[in-house]
């Protein structure tokens, strides 16, 4: 572009491409709504004012511009779509960008899994910045296809659209000056990148020790007191309302007392149905205004703030210079998108998506065959969920609804014949991972409270963050028949009872992602949901729940293919003392 070309716009003296007109615009800067028109020329905002002409007019009638919306913290393969598919259901809700950790694709794919997300984010209206996928594997207890070291990742760091080191799970890592982490963190310091933390329950000296490697953020704040010492260290907060995970409600009395300048949204793990549903990152906005956040406030938590965190100096602003990525609202404070535009070009109105996109992974597209074939499993036969025990008791993974946080409970054992068995009428299920990118035949064994099925099983190929074949059950032919239904497909979700299968989510692209759009994957997630009901499970996101129960990173309790994880102590622990 000719900057001499925006200077004649920005001054009148030739017709801009486009006047948004009759419209307020929401400056994030001084918190006024200010009655001037917002011109536009090649992609960029030039001027806010009255009297310029333009190729084009779009009047207004009095709705508000505010900038485009940016997720700053989130997983792709968590809403099972394609970037593609993603963008199409995400863009008319205001999202213009998000920043993805793609490190579950990493996890299955190693760097060509990065590489997939960064291709195939290009060519669409939506920036689709990359966080470089900083523990692959997330622990030593847990095992991916493949490991990736600073060596790995450093020739990514100065691709286009990667903007710095993604959430640094390994926490002990970094408090033993482990020199894998650390170079890691020092390379991307080093290239002006941002290193993303996650740091649930760290405080104090070792909080301390953390940020002074240069760990800038956090998402994993549950508490109020969470959020305030990260903020007084002076690392930024990004606040999390997902789908299996929600904060906001807890951490609100911080960004109403405080109006903190270092505070975002994202959404972290959000599921296709919960983005159908609900939205995006304008439902977080709508629910914390709801929750008594000044709307302004609201809105610079999902604009200007991520915008400055993360260094994307033209955007987060509707101001001169910066690129031309807004929304219109017709009320601030409700906070319904009417109309989306991307780089200076109207991408969707009235909650619809106004640009064409090909067919969501479709047949013969080159990037569909990224990850297909990925589930490499032995056969699980039902002598490998044989858990053999004794009376006493036994170490059980309690599950909270809405937590992705696991209790270590112990509670007697459920034994029949010298075996430890699931006791559905006590509402303890058999839990079961299986390896399943080298066909090693490792399983890893435990028990699980608070899903609540009182019959059957539900296998995914969905696990954080190794994503090996998870399955929980209460009847041991069950979990085989719902893992080989699952492996059949080339991976995703199956529920089983009574050896007949009941419903599936073909999952093909890394066992992560659907090849559908995203209104059928969530019908198809919420019939599933329906029949777990039925089953007797009370939790709103099981499959999601259930994914979270190998992620051995967040505490008390996990379990991985190589065994029952203590995350507290960091280590392998046995079912049995």
């Given amino acids: 572009m000719g900057l001499a070309q925006r200077v004649a716009a920005a001054r009148g003296e030739r017709p801009a491409d486009l006047v948004l007109r009759n419209g307020r615009v929401c400056s994030v800067v001084t918190g006024e709504l200010l009655r001037q028109d917002v011109v536009i020329h090649e992609g960029h905002v030039v001027a806010l004012g009255d009297g310029y002409g333009a190729a084009q007019v779009h009047d207004l009638d009095g709705a508000v511009v505010v900038p485009g919306l940016i997720d700053a913290h989130m997983h792709l393969e968590s809403t099972m779509l394609g970037l593609a598919e993603f963008a199409r259901v995400v863009v008319p809700h205001g999202t213009t960008g998000v920043v993805l950790d793609p490190h579950e694709f990493a996890n299955v794919l190693g760097v060509d899994g990065i590489r997939h997300v960064l291709r195939s984010g290009r060519g669409l209206p939506l920036d689709a910045f990359v966080m470089l996928s900083s523990c692959v594997p997330a622990s030593e207890f847990e095992s991916p296809r493949a490991r990736l070291g600073a060596a790995d990742l450093l020739p990514l760091l100065d691709e286009e659209g990667v903007l710095g080191l993604a959430e640094v799970m390994d926490m002990g890592g970094v408090l033993a000056a482990d020199e894998g982490v650390l170079a890691k963190i020092r390379?991307?310091?080093?290239?002006?990148?941002?290193?993303?933390?996650?740091?649930?329950?760290?405080?104090?000296?070792?909080?301390?020790?953390?940020?002074?490697?240069?760990?800038?953020?956090?998402?994993?704040?549950?508490?109020?007191?969470?959020?305030?010492?990260?903020?007084?260290?002076?690392?930024?907060?990004?606040?999390?309302?997902?789908?299996?995970?929600?904060?906001?409600?807890?951490?609100?009395?911080?960004?109403?007392?405080?109006?903190?300048?270092?505070?975002?949204?994202?959404?972290?793990?959000?599921?296709?149905?919960?983005?159908?549903?609900?939205?995006?990152?304008?439902?977080?906005?709508?629910r914390a205004i709801a929750g008594g956040l000044e709307p302004i406030d609201a809105v610079r938590c999902a604009t200007l703030h991520p915008a400055q965190y993360f260094g994307l100096r033209d955007r987060g602003l509707v101001a001169p210079g910066h690129r031309?990525?807004?929304?219109?609202?017709?009320?601030?404070?409700?906070?319904?998108?009417?109309?989306?535009?991307?780089?200076?070009?109207?991408?969707?109105?009235?909650?619809?998506?106004?640009?064409?996109?090909?067919?969501?992974?479709?047949?013969?597209?080159?990037?569909?065959?990224?990850?297909?074939?990925?589930?490499?499993?032995?056969?699980?036969?039902?002598?490998?969920?044989?858990?053999?025990?004794?009376?006493g008791t036994v170490s059980v993974i309690g599950v909270s609804d809405g937590e992705i946080v696991t209790a270590h409970r112990r509670e007697p054992a459920p034994l029949r014949g010298g075996e430890l068995v699931a006791d559905p009428g006590r509402g303890l299920l058999k839990l079961a991972v299986v390896e399943r990118h080298h066909a090693t035949g490792r399983v890893?064994?435990?028990?699980?409270?608070?899903?609540?099925?009182?019959?059957?099983?539900?296998?995914?190929?969905?696990?954080?963050?190794?994503?090996?074949?998870?399955?929980?059950?209460?009847?041991?032919?069950?979990?085989?028949?719902?893992?080989?239904?699952?492996?059949?497909?080339?991976?995703?979700?199956?529920?089983?009872?009574?050896?007949?299968?009941?419903?599936?989510?073909?999952?093909?692209?890394?066992?992560?992602?659907?090849?559908?759009p995203?209104?059928?994957?969530?019908?198809?997630?919420?019939?599933?949901?329906?029949?777990?009901?039925?089953?007797?499970?009370?939790?709103?996101?099981?499959?999601?729940?259930?994914?979270?129960?190998?992620?051995?990173?967040?505490?008390?309790?996990?379990?991985?293919?190589?065994?029952?994880?203590?995350?507290?102590?960091?280590?392998?622990?046995?079912?049995?003392?």
């Fill in 187 to 286: 390379a991307t310091r080093e290239r002006g990148g941002r290193v993303d933390g996650h740091a649930p329950g760290l405080s104090g000296p070792d909080l301390c020790a953390y940020a002074a490697c240069g760990i800038m953020s956090d998402h994993e704040c549950t508490t109020a007191d969470e959020a305030r010492e990260r903020l007084r260290l002076g690392m930024w907060l990004l606040v999390r309302e997902g789908s299996a995970a929600r904060n906001l409600d807890a951490l609100l009395p911080v960004l109403r007392d405080w109006r903190p300048s270092r505070a975002c949204f994202c959404t972290d793990d959000c599921d296709p149905g919960d983005l159908v549903e609900h939205g995006h990152i304008d439902a977080i906005v709508r």
């Fill in 444 to 516: 890893g064994l435990g028990l699980v409270r608070g899903f609540g099925l009182r019959a059957g099983a539900l296998a995914s190929t969905v696990a954080h963050d190794s994503h090996n074949l998870v399955i929980v059950g209460a009847d041991d032919d069950d979990m085989c028949g719902a893992a080989e239904a699952v492996v059949r497909q080339g991976g995703g979700l199956a529920v089983v009872d009574g050896g007949r299968v009941l419903a599936t989510v073909a999952l093909p692209v890394a066992g992560l992602v659907s090849m559908q």
């Fill in 518 to 577: 995203a209104a059928e994957v969530a019908d198809q997630l919420r019939r599933l949901d329906r029949i777990l009901a039925g089953l007797g499970c009370a939790l709103r996101r099981p499959c999601m729940t259930l994914s979270f129960l190998c992620l051995s990173v967040i505490p008390e309790l996990k379990l991985t293919d190589r065994g029952l994880v203590d995350v507290v102590a960091r280590r392998l622990v046995p079912l049995q003392p």
């Fill in 324 to 391: 031309a990525d807004l929304c219109v609202v017709d009320d601030l404070a409700e906070f319904r998108v009417r109309a989306v535009y991307k780089d200076g070009a109207r991408v969707a109105e009235a909650g619809r998506p106004t640009f064409s996109l090909p067919a969501p992974a479709g047949a013969g597209d080159a990037a569909a065959d990224v990850g297909h074939g990925s589930v490499r499993c032995a056969p699980l036969l039902r002598e490998d969920l044989r858990i053999p025990g004794r009376s």
